[in-house]
C-alpha cells in the first residue's frame, strides 16, 4: 500500500544523508518534499501540518544543527514524530469483562469488510487461546448472514444462526444468552451498514450498545476509500465513542493516507489490520513496524512472526537433519517453498525485509512458484530424491506432465545443484554439521 509514499520519501531522505550540515534553508526545502509526498499519499492536511510542525521544532534544535550526522538525526525525527501520529502499541490489545462473555462490536459502512473481518478477529481470538462466538447482526442483507455462517463455520468457529426475521436487538441478546450457556467468550456482533452515515442506522448501534454494554466498538474502515474512511470514522466516534479501528485491504495499493489520517482524527488507536483474503491475513497493527516499512527500514519482528506461524516445528527439525547429512532433496525443497507461500504474497514478505522495499523491476509473482511446484510434482518419489537420474526420456516425461518446458526444467535443476553445492560449503565450514541450525528454529 505505502509503496509510492515510500519512494518518494526514499529519495528525499538519501538526498538528506549526503548533507553535512542542516541549514534552515535545506530543512524547509526537505520539509516541502516531505508534505508533498504525505498529501500525495492522501494523507489529512491536518495531520500533515501537524506532523511538519513536530519535525522542524525538533530539526531546528542544537543536538541536530552540531551533529556529525545531522541528515540521520533529521530521518530519525520524521520516524519518531510518524510513530507518534500513528499512535502507542496497543497491538491487538483488546479491553475482556471479569465476568464473561464479553461483547465486541463491529460497525462501519457497507462494502468495509466488517464480515469477513468478523470472522478473521474470530481466527485470530481462538489461536489467543478464546472461544469466540460470531453473531450476524445485519438483518438488511440477507448474504452477510450466509457469508458469516460460511466463513465462519470454514475456519473452526461457532456462528450465531438464525433466519434474519428477528430485530438486531432480539438476535444479538439471544446469542449472548448461548455464549452464557455455553461458555463462549467474546461475542463479536457483525452489525449493519450502510452505503452512507444516516440517522436510522446510528439509532440501531445506540439502541445494541445501550442493550449489551459492549466492552469494545471497532470500526472496520477500508483503508482504500483514503479520507472518506477518515470521515465516516469521525462520524461513528461521535455517535458511539469508538474504542479501536480495524483497518481493511491494507494489500491494495491505495496511497495509504487512511492509515497516516484515522489515528490522528479519531484520538482511537489503530488495533487490527486485514493483509489479504486469507482468513489467516490479518494481524494487530504494530505503530513502530508500520512506520519502519514506509521508511523502507523493513519489518523484521513480524516477519519473524508470520515465519513462525507458517513453519512446523517437526517437519522443520526433520529437514535440519537431513541438512547434516547432504540429503536435502527437490521434495524438501517444494516443502519450504509452500512454507514461504503460507507466510503470504511474496512481495509482502519481501517488502518486510529492510532496504528490499526499494525493488524496482522484479518480477514478484507468487505465480513464478507455480512452475517450479508443478515441475517437482511430475517427479516420481525418487526423481526427487536423485534428480541427476533424470534423463532425457523422464526429464520429457516430467516437462510434458507439468506443463512445461524441458528448458524449464533444466533451469530448475541447474539452480538445484547449485544451491546444494552451496548449502554443502556451508556445511563444511561449520565444521562438518556440527552446530548447524535452521535460522528459523531459533536455537
Same mark, same amino acid.
Do not use: C
Given at each position: 500500500?505505502?509503496?509510492?509514499?515510500?519512494?518518494?520519501?526514499?529519495?528525499?531522505?538519501?538526498?538528506?544523508?549526503?548533507?553535512?550540515?542542516?541549514?534552515?534553508?535545506?530543512?524547509?526545502?526537505?520539509?516541502?518534499?516531505?508534505?508533498?509526498?504525505?498529501?500525495?499519499?492522501?494523507?489529512?492536511?491536518?495531520?500533515?501540518?501537524?506532523?511538519?510542525?513536530?519535525?522542524?521544532?525538533?530539526?531546528?534544535?542544537?543536538?541536530?544543527?552540531?551533529?556529525?550526522?545531522?541528515?540521520?538525526?533529521?530521518?530519525?525525527?520524521?520516524?519518531?514524530?510518524?510513530?507518534?501520529?500513528?499512535?502507542?502499541?496497543?497491538?491487538?490489545?483488546?479491553?475482556?469483562?471479569?465476568?464473561?462473555?464479553?461483547?465486541?462490536?463491529?460497525?462501519?459502512?457497507?462494502?468495509?469488510?466488517?464480515?469477513?473481518?468478523?470472522?478473521?478477529?474470530?481466527?485470530?481470538?481462538?489461536?489467543?487461546?478464546?472461544?469466540?462466538?460470531?453473531?450476524?447482526?445485519?438483518?438488511?442483507?440477507?448474504?452477510?448472514?450466509?457469508?458469516?455462517?460460511?466463513?465462519?463455520?470454514?475456519?473452526?468457529?461457532?456462528?450465531?444462526?438464525?433466519?434474519?426475521?428477528?430485530?438486531?436487538?432480539?438476535?444479538?441478546?439471544?446469542?449472548?444468552?448461548?455464549?452464557?450457556?455455553?461458555?463462549?467468550?467474546?461475542?463479536?456482533?457483525?452489525?449493519?451498514?450502510?452505503?452512507?452515515?444516516?440517522?436510522?442506522?446510528?439509532?440501531?448501534?445506540?439502541?445494541?450498545?445501550?442493550?449489551?454494554?459492549?466492552?469494545?466498538?471497532?470500526?472496520?474502515?477500508?483503508?482504500?476509500?483514503?479520507?472518506?474512511?477518515?470521515?465516516?470514522?469521525?462520524?461513528?466516534?461521535?455517535?458511539?465513542?469508538?474504542?479501536?479501528?480495524?483497518?481493511?485491504?491494507?494489500?491494495?495499493?491505495?496511497?495509504?493516507?487512511?492509515?497516516?489520517?484515522?489515528?490522528?482524527?479519531?484520538?482511537?488507536?489503530?488495533?487490527?489490520?486485514?493483509?489479504?483474503?486469507?482468513?489467516?491475513?490479518?494481524?494487530?497493527?504494530?505503530?513502530?513496524?508500520?512506520?519502519?516499512?514506509?521508511?523502507?527500514?523493513?519489518? #523484521?519482528? +513480524?516477519?519473524?512472526? !508470520?515465519?513462525?506461524?507458517?513453519?512446523?516445528?517437526?517437519?522443520?527439525? =526433520? /529437514?535440519? %537433519?537431513? &541438512?547434516?547429512?547432504?540429503?536435502?532433496?527437490?521434495?524438501?525443497?517444494?516443502?519450504?517453498?509452500?512454507?514461504?507461500?503460507?507466510?503470504?504474497?511474496?512481495?509482502?514478505?519481501?517488502?518486510?525485509?529492510?532496504?528490499?522495499?526499494?525493488?524496482?523491476?522484479?518480477?514478484?509473482?507468487?505465480?513464478?512458484?507455480?512452475?517450479?511446484?508443478?515441475?517437482?510434482?511430475?517427479?516420481?518419489?525418487?526423481?526427487?530424491?536423485?534428480?541427476?537420474? #533424470?534423463? +532425457?526420456?523422464?526429464? !520429457?516425461?516430467?516437462?510434458?506432465?507439468?506443463?512445461?518446458?524441458?528448458? =524449464? /526444467?533444466? %533451469?530448475? &535443476?541447474?539452480?538445484?545443484?547449485?544451491?546444494?553445492?552451496?548449502?554443502?560449503?556451508?556445511?563444511?565450514?561449520?565444521?562438518?554439521?556440527?552446530?548447524?541450525?535452521?535460522?528459523?528454529?531459533?536455537?
Amino acid at each position: 500500500m505505502f509503496d509510492a509514499l515510500s519512494e518518494r520519501l526514499r529519495g528525499v531522505f538519501d538526498a538528506l544523508r549526503g548533507q553535512t550540515r542542516i541549514t534552515e534553508e535545506v530543512l524547509e526545502k526537505t520539509l516541502r518534499e516531505i508534505r508533498m509526498a504525505l498529501l500525495e499519499a492522501d494523507v489529512h492536511v491536518g495531520v500533515v501540518r501537524a506532523l511538519l510542525e513536530g519535525v522542524r521544532a525538533k530539526a531546528l534544535g542544537e543536538d541536530v544543527l552540531k551533529s556529525l550526522t545531522p541528515g540521520q538525526q533529521v530521518v530519525k525525527i520524521v520516524r519518531d514524530e510518524l510513530q507518534a501520529l500513528l499512535g502507542e502499541g496497543d497491538a491487538g490489545r483488546l479491553q475482556f469483562k471479569g465476568q464473561p462473555p464479553t461483547v465486541i462490536f463491529l460497525v462501519g459502512l457497507q462494502g468495509s469488510g466488517k464480515t469477513t473481518t468478523a470472522s478473521k478477529l474470530g481466527l485470530w481470538l481462538k489461536k489467543a487461546g478464546r472461544f469466540p462466538y460470531l453473531v450476524p447482526a445485519d438483518v438488511y442483507r440477507p448474504a452477510a448472514i450466509e457469508q458469516l455462517v460460511r466463513v465462519g463455520t470454514s475456519v473452526g468457529l461457532k456462528v450465531h444462526a438464525h433466519d434474519g426475521t428477528a430485530q438486531p436487538i432480539a438476535i444479538a441478546r439471544a446469542a449472548l444468552e448461548e455464549a452464557r450457556l455455553h461458555g463462549y467468550d467474546p461475542v463479536v456482533i457483525d452489525t449493519a451498514g450502510r452505503l452512507h452515515i444516516d440517522e436510522a442506522l446510528m439509532e440501531e448501534l445506540r439502541g445494541l450498545k445501550a442493550a449489551l454494554n459492549p466492552s469494545e466498538i471497532l470500526f472496520v474502515a477500508d483503508a482504500m476509500t483514503g479520507q472518506d474512511a477518515v470521515r465516516s470514522a469521525g462520524e461513528f466516534h461521535k455517535a458511539l465513542a469508538l474504542t479501536g479501528v480495524i483497518l481493511t485491504k491494507m494489500d491494495g495499493d491505495a496511497r495509504g493516507g487512511a492509515a497516516l489520517s484515522i489515528r490522528h482524527v479519531t484520538s482511537v488507536p489503530i488495533k487490527f489490520v486485514g493483509t489479504g483474503e486469507r482468513p489467516t491475513e490479518f494481524e494487530p497493527f504494530h505503530p513502530d513496524r508500520m512506520v519502519g516499512r514506509i521508511l523502507g527500514m523493513g519489518d #523484521l519482528l +513480524g516477519l519473524i512472526e !508470520k515465519a513462525e506461524d507458517a513453519v512446523d516445528a517437526a517437519q522443520a527439525m =526433520e /529437514l535440519e %537433519k537431513r &541438512l547434516r547429512k547432504n540429503q536435502f532433496s527437490l521434495q524438501d525443497f517444494r516443502d519450504q517453498i509452500r512454507m514461504l507461500q503460507k507466510m503470504g504474497p511474496l512481495s509482502g514478505v519481501l517488502g518486510m525485509l529492510p532496504g528490499m522495499g526499494a525493488l524496482k523491476n522484479v518480477d514478484l509473482d507468487d505465480g513464478a512458484f507455480k512452475g517450479v511446484l508443478a515441475l517437482i510434482d511430475s517427479m516420481t518419489p525418487a526423481e526427487r530424491d536423485r534428480p541427476e537420474i #533424470l534423463s +532425457g526420456s523422464r526429464k !520429457k516425461r516430467v516437462a510434458k506432465g507439468s506443463g512445461r518446458s524441458v528448458q =524449464e /526444467l533444466n %533451469k530448475l &535443476l541447474k539452480q538445484f545443484a547449485q544451491m546444494r553445492k552451496m548449502m554443502k560449503q556451508v556445511q563444511a565450514a561449520r565444521g562438518g554439521g556440527k552446530g548447524f541450525r535452521l535460522p528459523f528454529l531459533g536455537r
